[in-house]
C-alpha cells in the first residue's frame, strides 16, 4: 500500500493565545518522531504543523505508510561460554533459548558484542499496521506538550490545556481508528463559529485547508492569517496616511485570536490625545489588542485598526461595538493622569518607604538613597552633570508610587519623565529617569550618554549586587529577577560607550552601598566579574569576533581590573594579530611555556633573570631580544597601541623559536634551572600583554 497524507485534528474550546504557535510546533515535532521511531514515515518527510486556529490544533504529514515494512529482529541468547559446556555440547540454557526461539541450537547464530560472543536467533517480523499505533503515538506526543496547567472537563478523567469536543484522524481517506482523550476518531471538523458550515465531512486528508476556507471560512495555516492580518494593517495604514506602532510584537497574539480575519478602522475622541501617548497606545494594545496608528512625525491619532473575527460588508456594528468599549478604557488613563500631577513626584519619595523592594534588600526608598550615591561615583568618574545625576536617581523610582504606573508598570520611567518635567524639572532629568531602565531587552535602545547612561548603569549595579549577593543566583533557565538580561544591559552601555570605567572597580562601589545593613556574600563583587564578562561571549560573537579571541582578552579582565573603554581595542588587535605570520609560532610558544611552568609546579615565578646564568647562545638571544621588544610593548600599551603592540612582539619569533629548538629548560642544576623558568615567566608576560594569547588556536 503506498503512502497516504496523515491528518490529525484536535477541536478545542478557545485555546490560549500566546502558547498557540508553541503547542502546534511541539505537536508536530513530537508526533513526527513517535512516527518515525515506530517506522511509518519512509522518507522522513517533514509535517504541515502551521494549522492552528483558537479553536483546533491540527498537523498533517504529506506520506505515512498505512503498515510497517518487515524488520530483521535479533535476539540475543546466553554467551557461548554459557551456551557450550566443556565437551562442546549445548548447555541447558542454551537448549532452553533455543525452544524459546521454536528452532533447533544449529539455527542460531554467533554475534559479537562487545568483547563477548553470544548465541542470537534472527527472524523477521512482519510489520505492524498504523491503526494499532497511531492512537498511542498522539497521546504520547500530546503528553509532551508544554501545557503549563492542564484542564479536566465533564465526567472524565481526559486532561488537557482546554476541553476537546473533537478529534480527526484521516489516513487518506480512511478513518484511523482509536480514542484520545476520551473522545473517538472520526472524520468531521467544524467551520467558523457564526460564518461558517457548523460540520464539514472531510473525505480526505489532503482537503483539509480548502474545505475549511471554502465552507467552514477559516484559515487554518497560523502564517497565512499572520501574512493576512499584516497586509490589511498596512493596507488600512496607508489609506489613512498613517503609521502602524510596532504592529509585529501584537501580531501573533492578535492570530491566534482568530479564524477568519478582517480589519476594520476605529476611531475615539481627539480630547483624549492630550493623555501621554504612551498611556493611550498601551491601553489599546494590552487590553483591546488593537493597533495604534502615528503621523509621520509619530504622533498618535485618533484612530485605530480593530482585527475582528468576522468579515461583513457592513462592519458598522463591530465598529461602532468596539468603539464604545475603548472610550471608558481611556478615560480611566485620562483619569489617573489627571490625579498623578496633582502630586509632584518629590513628594511622593514618602510613599517608596513603604514599598518593600526585597524582603532582604530594605525598601524602594533605601535603594534611591544606594542610586544616589552610586550615580554620584560613576559621574565624577566620568565628568557628568552631577546635579543632574542626583536630581534624576533621585526621583527615577517616585512614580512607582502613582497611580497610572500602579495601573500599568510598563510605563514605569516614561511616567517619571512626564511628571517631572510637569513638576518643572529639566527634560535632562525627565530623560534620564525615563532611560534608566535601558536596555529592557537584548537589542533594545541604549540610554543617551550622560546622565541617563550613568543611572542606568548605577540602576542594574545595584540589582546585580543586591539580588545576587543574598544567593539569588540564576540557575538553568531560571533568572526571576532577569539577572543576565541585566549584566548583558551594564555591559553594553560600558562597551558601546567605551566608558573607562573598571568593572570590579564599579560593582565594589555597588557593594558598599549596602554597608552592613544586608548580608551580601564578600565575594560578590568578585563574582560577578566573572558573571557579567561570561555575557560578553556571546554578544561579542554577534559583533564578529571568535569565541577564542574574545576569551583571550577576557582572560585578562577576569585577572586584572582594566578600564572597559580598551575591550573592543585589545580585542581587534588581536584580530589583526591572528593574520600575521609570525602569530602562530607566538601563541605556540606561549602555550609551551605554560605548559613547562604548569607541568614543574613553578611556584616562584618572581625571580629575576639572571644574565650571568644564561650559558645558551639562543637563551641569551631571546633575552636580548625581550630587552629590546619590552621597552616598545610599554610605550605602545601606555598610549593603548594594542595593535602595534602585538606587532612589536612579532620580532621576537626568530628568538622564541630558535630557544626552544636549542634550549633544554628542565635541566639538573636548580640555579639554572629556574633561571630558565624566569626567562620564559619574562615572555609570557610580554605575550599576555594586551591578550592571553595561548587562548588562540595556533
Not at 467552514?216 to 495555516?221: C, L
Not at 502630586?343 to 538613597?369: C, D, F, I, W
Not at 573598571?502 to 560577578?528: E, I, M, P
Not at 582572560?555 to 582594566?562: E, T, V
Amino acid at each position: 500500500m503506498k503512502p497516504e497524507s496523515l491528518l490529525i485534528e484536535l477541536l478545542c474550546e478557545e485555546l490560549p493565545p500566546k502558547a498557540l504557535q508553541r503547542l502546534s510546533t511541539s505537536l508536530g515535532e513530537h508526533l513526527r518522531a513517535g512516527l518515525a521511531g515506530a517506522g511509518f514515515i519512509p522518507d522522513g518527510a517533514a509535517p504541515h504543523v502551521d494549522f492552528a486556529t483558537p479553536r483546533r490544533l491540527a498537523v498533517r504529514f504529506p506520506a505515512i505508510l498505512a503498515q510497517q515494512e518487515e524488520r530483521e529482529v535479533v535476539r540475543k541468547g546466553p554467551s557461548v561460554q554459557a551456551g557450550m559446556d566443556a565437551s562442546g555440547k549445548p548447555t541447558p540454557a542454551l537448549a532452553g533459548f533455543a525452544r524459546s526461539c521454536g528452532v533447533d541450537v544449529d539455527a542460531l547464530e554467533r554475534v559479537r558484542d562487545g568483547k563477548a560472543e553470544h548465541f542470537a536467533f534472527r527472524s523477521k517480523k512482519p510489520g505492524e499496521a498504523l491503526d494499532q499505533h497511531l492512537a498511542t503515538l498522539l497521546a504520547e506526543a500530546l503528553k509532551k506538550l508544554p501545557i503549563p496547567k492542564v484542564m479536566r472537563w465533564g465526567a472524565g478523567e481526559a486532561q488537557f490545556v482546554r476541553p476537546v469536543h473533537g478529534f480527526v484522524m484521516l489516513h487518506g481517506e480512511r478513518v484511523v481508528p482509536g480514542k484520545v482523550l476520551g473522545i473517538e476518531s472520526g472524520r468531521t471538523t467544524r467551520g467558523h463559529r457564526f460564518q461558517g458550515k457548523a460540520e464539514i465531512t472531510l473525505d480526505h486528508a489532503e482537503q483539509y485547508e480548502q474545505r475549511l476556507a471554502d465552507e467552514g471560512r477559516v484559515v487554518a495555516s497560523f502564517s497565512e492569517r499572520r501574512a493576512d492580518i499584516s497586509r490589511q494593517l498596512h493596507d488600512h495604514a496607508r489609506a489613512l496616511e498613517a503609521v502602524l506602532s510596532d504592529p509585529e510584537s501584537l501580531l501573533d497574539e492578535v492570530t491566534a485570536l482568530v479564524e477568519y480575519p478582517s480589519v476594520y478602522v476605529g476611531r475615539f475622541d481627539a480630547e483624549f490625545l492630550q493623555v501621554p501617548q504612551e498611556c493611550l497606545m498601551l491601553t489599546m494594545r494590552q487590553n483591546q489588542k488593537y493597533f495604534p496608528l502615528l503621523d509621520r512625525s509619530g504622533n498618535l491619532l485618533s484612530a485605530f485598526l480593530i482585527v475582528s473575527n468576522m468579515r461583513l460588508d457592513d462592519p458598522a456594528n463591530i465598529v461602532n461595538g468596539n468603539q464604545r468599549v475603548v472610550r471608558p478604557r481611556l478615560a480611566d488613563a485620562r483619569f489617573f493622569f489627571e490625579q498623578d500631577k496633582k502630586t509632584p513626584l518629590e513628594q511622593r519619595l514618602a510613599e517608596l518607604e513603604r514599598m518593600v523592594y526585597h524582603n532582604k534588600l530594605g525598601s524602594q526608598r533605601q535603594r534611591v538613597q544606594r542610586l544616589r550615591s552610586l550615580s554620584a561615583y560613576i559621574a565624577a568618574k566620568l565628568d557628568v552633570d552631577a546635579m543632574v545625576v542626583d536630581r534624576a536617581a533621585l526621583l527615577c523610582k517616585a512614580d512607582l508610587a502613582t497611580g497610572m504606573v500602579g495601573e500599568f508598570p510598563e510605563l514605569q520611567g516614561i511616567m517619571g519623565r512626564y511628571y517631572a518635567i510637569h513638576g518643572g524639572d529639566a527634560a535632562e532629568v525627565g530623560q534620564a529617569i525615563e532611560e534608566h531602565y535601558r536596555p529592557r531587552f537584548a537589542s533594545d535602545a541604549l540610554p543617551e550618554r550622560g546622565a541617563p547612561a550613568v543611572v542606568a548603569m548605577a540602576d542594574k549595579l545595584d540589582i546585580l549586587v543586591g539580588i545576587y549577593g543574598i544567593g539569588l543566583i540564576p540557575t538553568g533557565d531560571r533568572d526571576p529577577f532577569a539577572l543576565r538580561r541585566h549584566a548583558l544591559g551594564l555591559l553594553r552601555i560600558l562597551v558601546e560607550y567605551r566608558l573607562p570605567l573598571g568593572l570590579y572597580d564599579v560593582l565594589a562601589k555597588a557593594r558598599d552601598g549596602f554597608q552592613n545593613a544586608v548580608a551580601l556574600s564578600d565575594s560578590v563583587a568578585f563574582d560577578l566579574v566573572g558573571f557579567v564578562l561570561d555575557r560578553a561571549l556571546g554578544y561579542f560573537r554577534d559583533l564578529g569576533y571568535s569565541p577564542e579571541e574574545t576569551e583571550s582578552v577576557l582572560d585578562l579582565y577576569r585577572q586584572h581590573d582594566l578600564p572597559i573603554d580598551q575591550l573592543v581595542p585589545r580585542l581587534e588587535a588581536i584580530k589583526q594579530f591572528r593574520t600575521l605570520p609570525e602569530a602562530a609560532s607566538l601563541i605556540e610558544a606561549n602555550k609551551r611555556s605554560r605548559n613547562i611552568v604548569t607541568k614543574e609546579k613553578v611556584a616562584d615565578l618572581t625571580h629575576a633573570v639572571d644574565t650571568a646564568l644564561l650559558q645558551e647562545v639562543a637563551e641569551q638571544s631571546l633575552h636580548a631580544a625581550l630587552c629590546e621588544v619590552a621597552p616598545l610593548v610599554q610605550t605602545h600599551m601606555g598610549s593603548n597601541q594594542f595593535a602595534e603592540a602585538l606587532q612589536a612582539l612579532a620580532r621576537l619569533r626568530g628568538p622564541v623559536d630558535r630557544f626552544f629548538t636549542d634550549v633544554r629548560v628542565v635541566v639538573p642544576e636548580e640555579a639554572l634551572r629556574n633561571n630558565r623558568f624566569a626567562l620564559l615567566n619574562q615572555l609570557n608576560h610580554l605575550l599576555n600583554r594586551v591578550a592571553n594569547i595561548s587562548r588562540l588556536p595556533a
